[in-house]
Nanobody, 119 residues
Framework: QVQLAESGGGLVQPGGSLRLSCAAS????????IQWYRQAPGKQRELIAA???????NYPDSVKGRFTISRDNAKNTISLQMNSLKPEDTAVYYC?????????????WGQGTQVTVSS
């Protein structure tokens, strides 16, 4: 079993920055996908960042240029650097890791961390 422990959420003013971390522990095995999602009240969960095993990243237009996903392999930690935060970024943020093979994936989610962007 893999455990994903999130941290770094909190209250920040518009234009500010936060760095979310997701520490993975347990039987990691082969990682297929590493992603960050967010979900605002009354909204569907949204994919906001993804990084492949080769290091390629992908972001939707809503966060492109402001958010950066990264991985510290030595520490088994996934990070999401969020800059130029806007009130619309307010949501619960979840890290996601899929482990296994393309034909059999096990999905693991962080517990979620609240990010509130407000004056």
């Amino acid at each position: 079993q893999v455990q994903l422990a999130e941290s770094g959420g909190g209250l920040v003013q518009p234009g500010g920055s936060l760095r979310l971390s997701c520490a993975a522990s347990g039987s990691i095995g082969n990682i297929i996908d590493i992603q960050w999602y967010r979900q605002a009240p009354g909204k569907q969960r949204e994919l906001i960042a993804a990084i492949t095993s080769g290091g390629s990243t992908n972001y939707p237009d809503s966060v492109k240029g402001r958010f950066t996903i990264s991985r510290d392999n030595a520490k088994n930690t996934i990070s999401l650097q969020m800059n130029s935060l806007k009130p619309e970024d307010t949501a619960v943020y979840y890290c996601y890791v899929a482990i296994g093979t393309p034909y059999y994936k096990r999905a693991y989610w962080g517990q979620g961390t609240q990010v509130t962007v407000s004056s």
